[in-house]
T-cell receptor, first 111, second 113 residues
Framework: DAKTTQPNSMESNEEEPVHLPCNHS???????IHWYRQLPSQGPEYVIH???SNVNNRMASLAIAEDRKSSTLILHRATLRDAAVYYC????????????FGKGTHLIIQP | EAQVTQNPRYLITVTGKKLTVTCSQN?????MSWYRQDPGLGLRQIYY???????DKGDVPEGYKVSRKEKRNFPLILESPSPNQTSLYFC????????????FGSGTQLSVL
């Protein structure tokens, strides 16, 4: 699977929108973009995923660049409970069938 | 409630003493997987299973065994644990592999002395 690049950490204020970037310049046409997050002392939790079009769900929005070489996870109104490590992962299936988690972005929310 | 249940939550053992970490899911998922998480290395896949009696190696399978005799259970077996297997372990399941939403357990913190 292709590699992703995320900032090590980001800080935001409570009740403000948060934009978490992810670069994936070597993405292939069949790679889906997945986002998971891991709250302290918990297992990872699915957030959202998409292929080409922007996606929305109750947790977040995923904005995918037209050339698919980057994407942004958008938390519309951050709360303290959104403080977590956010992982951007590319996956297309086949071969060793698993998601490869990088180091992610540590999101800090200030009250 | 849909969930992946791992036991135990914490385990301290000594080198060479066989142990099993259990994992069970109640969502009738076909796919199950084990990961280990270490500081600075992120989550790495140990083994996965696409269905009953079908298992395959992930990125770091050495020193581990798994079995999938029934759909809901996917135990992780350490036949002869060593200190370098001290780690936080997560079990995960999904309907059909990584393209589907993965559900993770709460984790098992293992210390091998």
């Amino acid at each position: 699977d292709a590699k992703t690049t995320q900032p090590n950490s980001m800080e935001s204020n409570e009740e403000e929108p948060v934009h978490l970037p992810c670069n994936h310049s070597t993405i292939s046409g069949t790679d889906y973009i997945h986002w998971y997050r891991q709250l302290p002392s918990q297992g990872p939790e699915y957030v959202i995923h998409g292929l080409t079009s922007n996606v929305n769900n109750r947790m977040a929005s995923l904005a995918i660049a037209e050339d698919r070489k980057s994407s942004t996870l958008i938390l519309h109104r951050a709360t303290l409970r959104d403080a977590a490590v956010y992982y951007c992962i590319l996956y297309s299936g086949g071969g060793a069938d698993g998601l490869t988690f990088g180091k992610g972005t540590h999101l800090i929310i200030q009250p | 409630e849909a969930q992946v249940t791992q036991n135990p939550r914490y385990l301290i053992t000594v080198t060479g003493k066989k142990l099993t970490v259990t994992c069970s899911q109640n969502m009738n998922h076909e796919y199950m997987s084990w990961y280990r998480q270490d500081p600075g290395l992120g989550l790495r896949q140990i083994y996965y299973s696409m269905n009953v009696e079908v298992t395959d190696k992930g990125d770091v399978p050495e020193g581990y065994k798994v079995s999938r005799k029934e759909k809901r259970n996917f135990p992780l077996i350490l036949e002869s644990p060593s200190p370098n297997q001290t780690s936080l372990y997560f079990c995960a399941s999904s309907l059909q592999g990584g393209l589907e939403k993965l559900f993770f357990g709460s984790g098992t913190q293992l210390s091998v002395l």
